[in-house]
């Protein structure tokens, strides 16, 4: 009789994804700040954004979400990638392709969505790819909607969703389903099954709002 071999599990079978840390990302964003000579106060009237909120994420203290990082960036005249510690590598041809495995994407997690990042080795690159997790059920749960320059791009992955915008539109999708429109409107992400809604998500920013030695 045969004897049965016992199959070893595969150790980064259930392995989590790597997260980024709070206070890694709010030291890169204060390291840019004061690199320009910026205060709090300079940087959120330029920025829009409450000096609180800044000092708070300076300091791991809270999440940001994509608005506050894209106009954080534009500010302060830095690269999105750069806020995560990626420095821009010298130019020596055609950019290399840069695979991320499934579910080794680098996690940021907020309260309202879980952004996977997609190619987050890449810097200068064009588009900002995310394969995020909807945790937001309810309009109540943004303190206001969400804008940013630039197009956006949404792909359901699994779950249903609903698009709404501060103009009284709104979309639901089912998995299988996209949407293409101007980020500037004010806009929402909202799960309406039991599960979070699963979705790949591209941001683009337009040309005049691009930091300088952006591709």
Sequence with gaps: MAKAVMKQPDANAHEAPPALDHKLVGGHLRQA???RGMTLSELSERSGIAVSTISKAERGDIALTYDKFAALAHSLELEFDAIFGRRRKQAGGAMKPSFTPAGKQEIYDTPNYEYGMLANNLT???????????????????PEYIRHSGEEF???????????????????????????FDSSVGHIYLSLGKEDAEVLVCCVDTDEHRPKGAI
């Design 33 to 35: 700040r004061k690199a």
């Design 154 to 180: 949404v792909f359901l992955l699994s779950g249903k969703l609903e698009l709404r915008f501060e103009n009284g539109k709104a979309f639901k999708l089912t998995p299988g389903d996209s949407l293409y």
């Design 124 to 142: 200068g690159k064009r588009m900002v790819p995310m394969r995020a997790h909807i945790h937001a059920r309810a309009v109540s749960d943004f």
